[in-house]
């Protein structure tokens, strides 16, 4: 049974920055496409960034692009979200997925909130 663990969400000011990572255990993470979802109040869960298994390839969520960064670590099984620039509407649950053709996967979210 994959686990997945996400911390370093917290409060942060506007224009700061945070990094989010995500701990795999269970299964063996470099078969899995990762990936950060975030849900915001009143709002549905969205796509914010993705990485392929070998971490050769990513995309982003327009909104993000550009202050946004995910990466991966096939030896620490652990997944990244590095944000900067952050900016009001960047407030919500952050979670991490994994995924593969046979299994779906998501942590249990991390609350990040920008405020003045």
């Known amino acids: 049974q994959v686990q997945l663990v996400e911390s370093g969400g917290g409060l942060v000011q506007p224009g700061g920055s945070l990094r989010l990572s995500c701990a795999v255990s269970g299964s063996t993470f470099s078969l899995y496409a990762m990936s950060w979802y975030r849900q915001a109040p009143g709002k549905e869960r969205e796509l914010v960034a993705a990485i392929t298994s070998i971490g050769d390839s990513t995309n982003y969520a327009d909104s993000v692009k550009g202050r946004f960064t995910i990466s991966r670590d096939n030896v620490r099984n652990t997944v990244y979200l590095q944000m900067n620039s952050l900016k009001l509407e960047d407030t919500a649950v952050y979670y991490c997925?994994?995924?593969?053709?046979?299994?779906?996967?998501w942590g249990q979210g991390t609350l990040v909130t920008v405020s003045p």
């Open positions: 997925r994994a995924r593969t053709t046979w299994r779906d996967a």
